[in-house]
């Protein structure tokens, strides 16, 4: 063979497999996502966990997949803001049209593992939404929920009792089909605004 044209052909291979290689290597995150949009290419909040759901079973992240979710941290014993946002959650799955509030799974994860029993959960969860999850843990696996999900969550003894409370960070956190995160909203949002993000991906 002429060494012109062998010389050519090594070339023009070595061309191909760096194009097929640079294709491979970003094609996958060049992909849009079809379940909502990606924030900063790589999803920074959520992650692995294992707890217990208010039924007493064990569940993990998986739990996240087949449906959109709408993930709070927060304790039962909250007076205020986790009960106002919890409602809030509820009323806006409501607010959503026919079966589509069936494709939103709200999920309410303890940060007082202590008080919060499977059954104070289970007590806790029914009065906000008959498809609320509750899931507590040991102490160990609420950290690890908390962390994934860059939730702050820190013990503090209330004056003149025994008692304590939990100061703790209050985003509500929605994850797409694939328990990834989409979107967070703050403690202010309304079930109006709430529902109308929702509507727009389903
Ligand atoms: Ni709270």
């Known amino acids: 063979m002429d060494t012109g044209i062998a010389k050519r052909l090594v070339i023009g291979g070595i061309l191909i497999a760096g194009t097929l290689l640079i294709l491979a290597l970003y094609l996958p995150n060049l992909r849009p996502d079809p379940n909502g949009t ?24 998986q739990i996240l997949l087949g449906h959109y979710s709408l993930v709070y ?45 499977t059954s104070v959960m289970a007590d806790y969860v029914g009065h906000f939404h008959s498809r609320m999850i509750g899931l507590t843990g040991t102490a160990d696996q609420v950290r690890q929920a908390a962390e994934a999900y860059r939730v702050f969550a820190q013990k503090r003894p209330l004056e003149e009792s025994d008692d304590y409370t939990v100061d703790h960070s209050g985003f509500l956190y929605l994850m797409n089909r694939s328990g990834r995160y989409i979107d967070h909203f703050g403690k202010d949002v309304t079930m109006e605004e709430l529902s109308a993000r929702l509507r727009e991906l389903l």
């Open 73 to 117: 941290f927060g304790f039962t014993f909250c007076p205020d803001i986790c009960p106002m946002t919890l409602q809030t959650v509820s009323d806006a799955v409501e607010l959503l049209p026919g079966q589509k509030s069936e494709l939103v799974q709200p999920i309410f994860i303890s940060l007082d593992p202590e008080r919060d029993t």
């Open 38 to 61: 990606e924030v900063g290419g790589t999803a920074a909040i959520g992650g692995p966990f294992t707890l217990t759901d208010h039924t007493g079973t064990d569940v993990n992240e």
